[in-house]
């Protein structure tokens, strides 16, 4: 078939036109909502094992060996330093983990230690922290605790700011199973001046929660 020149030109424009119309669909998809959780949880549940983070201040424990406990900082390259133990990768393990590790490193030197190890001071990967940026009073990392809502941390953070535009909020999750991120609403403003519990939400670890400032 053949086209003149300007049926070929609405042709052209016609099928450059369709991926610029995709872009405005995805743009104009509503992101969803998640369901409302109570102010207070009906019962308390432990949340997921605490993962060591760098800057975790950690106290090293070696029974019936006072000279090789000690209380450590992880560095920022998410490593540890001990009476006999140079560098041991710390971030990212669970402090059994970390203990049984340090177990075999102090085997070499000492018959069958026995090692605990206990988080002091906690800050956490990334990855189990919730975070707060834009119109807040004090934009913040949050260590996750179990049953974090909402309402909690809204609360560590001093609330929104003057400007903040709290019902265009917006709630970034990560899902390990599928390694996909989705993207959610939040109504900040019904929850802190309405009261309304439809608004509080429970949060998870990992979750970034965005305030816009309003136009006007």
């Known amino acids: ?14 099928l450059a036109s369709l991926p610029m119309a995709a872009c405005a669909r995805d743009k104009a998809r509503p992101a969803a909502t998640l369901p409302p959780a109570a102010f207070v949880a009906k019962a ?13 201040s950690l ?13 450590v900082q992880v560095r920022p390259d998410g490593r540890i330093t001990t009476p006999l133990v140079n560098d041991m990768s ?29 988080v002091e001071n ?12 834009g119109a ?11 049953n974090m809502t909402l309402l909690d941390a809204m609360i560590a953070v001093g609330g929104l700011s003057q400007y ?7 709630l970034i999750r990560y899902d390990r199973a599928t390694g996909k991120q989705h993207e959610y609403r939040l109504k900040i403003n019904r929850l802190l001046k309405s009261g309304d519990p ?15 400032e309003s136009m006007f």
């Open 1 to 14: 078939m053949r086209f003149g020149n300007g049926s070929r030109g609405l042709a052209i424009m016609a």
């Open 44 to 56: 308390e549940q432990p949340g997921e094992e605490y993962v060591i983070g760098p800057l975790d």
């Open 59 to 71: 106290q090293i424990f070696v029974w019936r060996n006072p000279e090789l406990s000690a209380k």
């Open 90 to 118: 710390a971030v990212g393990k669970t402090p059994a983990k970390l203990a049984e590790d340090m177990k075999a490193a102090l085997a070499e030197y000492i018959k069958d230690p026995i090692v605990s190890v206990i």
């Open 122 to 133: 906690f800050s956490g990967t990334y990855s189990q922290q919730v975070r707060i940026v």
């Open 136 to 146: 807040t009073e004090k934009p913040a990392s949050l260590p996750y605790r179990a």
């Open 164 to 170: 903040a535009a709290g019902n265009r909020a917006r």
């Open 198 to 212: 439809s608004a509080n939400v429970k949060l998870e670890p990992g979750d970034v929660i965005i305030i816009p």
